[in-house]
């Protein structure tokens, strides 16, 4: 049965940082990829970050240069090293798991389905940026 765990959320105030963490179990495929999703208070679900099996990364225009996506050498866990962090960062963030392909969504606003084409979602870490 294939789990993902997400967590590392929390309080910080503007201009600190957080980790998020996913932790993967129950699959086999080596082939798949992992994305960060939020939603914010009355607002639509947004993919924020992507990252392949094969080690390929995307981020949103929002995030560029703030925050940084990665996994361990055995592609179990996914990070998400967020920095100068803004209250519009406020929002639940939820990894989820798309298997047997390397290729990411499209980010941002996804519209219509906010399934992203993801198999698998975490239950989600609530961040708040807030002083």
């Known amino acids: 049965q294939v789990q993902l765990v997400d967590s590392g959320g929390g309080l910080v105030q503007p201009g600190g940082s957080l980790r998020l963490s996913c932790a993967a179990s129950g699959f086999t495929l080596n082939v798949y990829a992992i994305g960060w999703f939020r939603q914010a208070p009355g607002k639509e679900r947004e993919g924020v970050s992507c990252i392949s099996s094969g080690g390929s990364t995307y981020y949103v225009d929002s995030v560029k240069g703030r925050f940084t996506i990665s996994k361990d050498n055995a592609g179990n866990t996914v990070y998400l090293q967020m920095n100068s962090l803004k209250p519009e960062d406020t929002a639940v963030y939820y990894c989820?798991?798309?298997?047997?392909?390397?290729?990411?969504?499209?980010?941002?606003?996804?519209?219509?389905?906010?399934?992203?084409?993801?198999?698998?979602w975490g239950k989600g870490a609530l961040v708040t940026v807030s002083s």
């Open positions: 989820a798991l798309r298997l047997g392909t390397t290729r990411c969504p499209s980010l941002g606003y996804a519209g219509d389905d906010s399934s992203y084409g993801m198999d698998y």
